[in-house]
């Protein structure tokens, strides 16, 4: 099982800001099966980006995913105010894994 | 616009069974694979497994045998059993729909989600 590590467990920023945040996995994945999601509270998770770096369906060009490998990251160029949410990262192995979450709070 | 709605009981007693149904709308249930995902109060998402239309199944072995999940092609639904449950089973049920953009994979479609109890 391919264990994710999310980092940092919350992060608060300004709107305006940049924020960066990081999964990391246990073994080498491939990028066609690492996604992002974007969750708000009492809402169902919304998925954000797909193959590790395409962004889906109504998410402005704000939020960018890189990497590969091991090594993850989802960066917000310039934070607003419906950015602040919880953001889990998501492999699809045997069995799905998600992330233990970040939170990006307002500062 | 494809739509999911979870229904079924919000209260399961210790040792019983929950189950929940997934209704889809506004497409077919064909051609997809369709997921369980559980998030417990103020913690993180834990897959449970998934049924592609076909009835292809694959569970998360952390519930070590005690999921089922079924579909139900006429009705455009699929089912979720988890037996012998406990508290720890207490949750807010997703289910969800996977999509292939290409060879990249997302979980594009969701429920609002149901929370299910367990307690006597």
């Known amino acids: 099982e391919i264990v994710l590590t999310q980092s940092p467990g919350t992060l608060s920023l300004s709107p305006g800001e940049r924020a960066t945040l990081s999964c990391r996995a246990s073994?080498?994945?491939?990028?066609?099966?690492l996604a992002w999601y974007q969750q708000k509270p009492g809402q169902a998770p919304r998925l954000l980006i797909y193959g590790a770096s395409s962004r889906a369906t109504g998410f402005p060009d704000r939020f960018s995913g890189s990497g590969s490998g091991t090594d993850f990251t989802l960066t917000i160029s310039r934070l607003e105010p419906e950015d602040f949410a919880v953001y889990y990262c998501?492999?699809?192995?045997?069995?799905?894994?998600f992330g233990q979450g970040t939170k990006l709070e307002i500062k | 616009q494809v739509q999911l709605q979870e229904s079924g009981p919000g209260l399961v007693k210790p040792s019983e069974t929950l189950s929940l149904t997934c209704s889809v709308s506004?497409?077919?249930?064909?051609?997809?694979?369709w997921s369980w995902i559980r998030q417990p109060p103020g913690k993180g998402l834990e897959w449970i497994g998934y049924i592609y239309y076909s009835g292809t199944t694959n569970y998360n072995p952390s519930l070590k045998g005690r999921v089922s999940i079924s579909v139900d092609t006429s009705k455009n639904q699929f089912s979720l059993k988890l037996s012998s449950v406990t508290a720890a089973d207490t949750a807010v049920y997703y289910c969800?729909?996977?999509?292939?953009?290409?060879?990249?994979?997302?979980?594009?479609?969701w429920g609002q989600g149901t929370l299910v109890t367990v307690s006597s």
């Open positions: 998501q492999h699809f192995g045997s069995p799905y894994t």
């Open positions: 073994q080498s994945v491939s990028s066609s099966y």
């Open positions: 969800a729909r996977e999509t292939q953009f290409g060879n990249l994979l997302g979980i594009d479609y």
């Open positions: 506004g497409g077919s249930i064909s051609s997809y694979f």
